[in-house]
């Protein structure tokens, strides 16, 4: 398995402009969450989807920003418009979920690190 | 909501030493408690979790130990080897039907010197 894929890893843009990160989690998985990961404010959870259905998103900053989970193998988190104090490396990360109670380990994505001039 | 303190942030020692990172935690119900481990520049990767059933867990040169009734766990890593210099992450989390939200602590950068 190839494993959480995100993509870009790399994203430089201007404040204002609408920023999309996208997650491919691990085959078979039934949770996805959204972290951000800062200097200030350690690593934080966003949003999570059980099952494509946001379950907690008390993370989430402020309506700026909204996460999708179309089908069991893709998720979207966007910006828009940005700002520079969104500048921060998102991971996604995906686990088997409660279903299978004995082992709930996430497993992280490579990160995208985000830019916000 | 919960909230999760770790200490020391920083933590330096020589190689063949022992390094412990201790964590403190809020929330009772809490019941499941991860430790990750994230190289410079690289993804947090589970090295070591702990369920609120057991008071102990080892695995070769790293253990956790838990305390629910004060409500801290702690990581142990002994003989450390230059390859442990990483930053460590504690977190928390009340594992029941339909909330897996993991509570992070801030981190804990270990560097071992040779």
């Known amino acids: 398995d190839a494993g959480v894929i995100q993509s870009p890893r790399h994203e430089v843009t201007e404040m204002g402009q609408e920023v999309t990160l996208r997650c491919k989690p691990i085959?078979?998985?039934?949770?996805l969450f959204w972290y951000r990961q800062t200097m200030m404010r350690g690593l934080e959870l966003l949003i999570y989807f059980n099952n494509n259905v946001p379950i907690d998103d008390s993370g989430m900053p402020e309506d700026r920003f909204s996460a999708k989970m179309p089908n069991a193998s893709f998720s979207t988190l966007k910006i828009q418009p940005s700002e520079p104090r969104d500048s921060a490396v998102y991971f996604c990360a995906s686990s088997e979920g409660l279903a299978v109670i004995s082992y709930n380990e996430q497993f992280f994505g490579p990160g995208t690190r985000l830019t916000v001039l | 909501g919960e909230n999760v303190e770790q200490h020391p942030s920083t933590l330096s020692v020589q190689e063949g030493d022992s390094a412990v990172i201790k964590c403190t935690y809020s929330?009772?119900?809490?019941?499941?408690f991860p430790w990750y481990k994230q190289e410079l520049g690289k993804r947090p990767q589970l090295i070591i979790d702990?369920?609120?059933?057991?008071g102990e867990k080892k695995d070769q040169r790293i253990a956790v130990t838990l305390n629910k009734t004060a409500k801290h766990f702690s990581l142990h890593i002994t003989e450390t080897q230059p390859e442990d210099s990483a930053v460590y992450f504690c977190?928390?989390?009340?594992?029941?039907?339909?909330?897996?939200?993991?509570?992070f602590g801030t981190g804990t950068r270990l560097t071992i010197i040779p």
């Open positions: 929330d009772s119900a809490s019941n499941y």
């Open positions: 977190a928390a989390s009340a594992l029941n039907f339909g909330n897996e939200k993991l509570t």
């Open positions: 702990i369920r609120s059933n057991v």
């Open positions: 085959s078979g998985h039934n949770s």
